[in-house]
């Protein structure tokens, strides 16, 4: 750690002679040392995932050395993580709890919003209070004093983090115990996203996948290739959680309607849309969508916009939101739903 921040101040994004050796030691003898301790972290080794990134052709300005599990945190750009990381002007490196704070777009990296990493923190902290009440070295913001927008980046996606100055760096039994304390406060998190239906901040499980999988068509890969997660950023749906959520938002919506007077007939399966409704000789046509998100944001195919538009102004669209899904049993089934009243004769656009 201490060679790192002395030649920090030689920064530049050329592989000169000292960002070689700044690169030998982040991802390589860093690293190295944190795997030989994955017993102490109680950790299995196929489990403990170390990394460390000082930048792939240019150098950045804040090198980071990670420690995640392989599972919840496949990518540095996805779900949450320990990390060393060394301040631009080497005075101090954070070993920080924090986030994935880029997405990859397939070309190049993109900074993730400030207020969306903001609101995951939020979430987190009250689940780690207790814990954090027995230290009182912890920090809830980080000055990398970096000058480019990466490396000011990781301010906003830090949770907690311990501040090691240049000139006072522990010995190897702090630093380690520090760091048992960090995954325990990492292993936390990861038991508590497995049962929270969305995670604010984070991008709708059906948004995340068709993000996903027009990246695919697209021919884009994440960096390594790493697999979608199972949590994260967002959470990935399996057929039966989705199926799960797609009866209990039409019998929702169904409800809804027959309570204004509507006949609710469920065309979902033979139509472009899924309710039929009909009160007198009025007709109307209702898409539903289910999502255990917000609701802020949802997919519409292309087809489904265009038969709206044939529609419009006898057609609604339903958003049941904030779905809460049970997955204690065999089956996934939903626990608590809320449905925003229908835009009813509006137009709708696509996502």
Known sequence: MSK??????????KNTAEMQDRGVIIRQELPASLRAHAAALGTAPDELGVEGRDGTGLKTEVPWVRVFRREQSPSATTGWYVVYLFSGSGQRVYLSLNQGTTIWTGGDYKARKAEDLRARVGWARPLLTEAMATRQDLHQTIQLDAKTPLGRGYGPGNVVAIAYERDNIPGRDVLLADLLFMTGLLGTLY?????????PGGSAPEVLEAEQSAARTAGRRTPGGTKPPRSGQGFLLTASERKAIEFHSVRMATEYFKAQGWSVKDV????????????????????????????TEVILTRVEVQKQRTYYPHNALVV???I?????????????ASCTAPAHGSSTTET
């Open 4 to 13: 790192v921040m002395d030649l920090q101040p030689s920064w530049t994004s």
């Open 191 to 199: 038991e508590k996203e497995r049962f929270a239906p969305h995670i």
């Open 324 to 336: 809460k899904l049970d997955r204690t049993g065999d089956e996934p089934l939903p626990a608590v």
């Open 320 to 322: 049941v939101h904030s």
């Open 268 to 295: 979902g399966a033979k139509e472009s849309f899924d309710l039929l409704l009909s009160r007198g000789d009025e007709r109307c046509r209702a898409e539903v969508k289910g999502t255990t998100s917000a609701g």
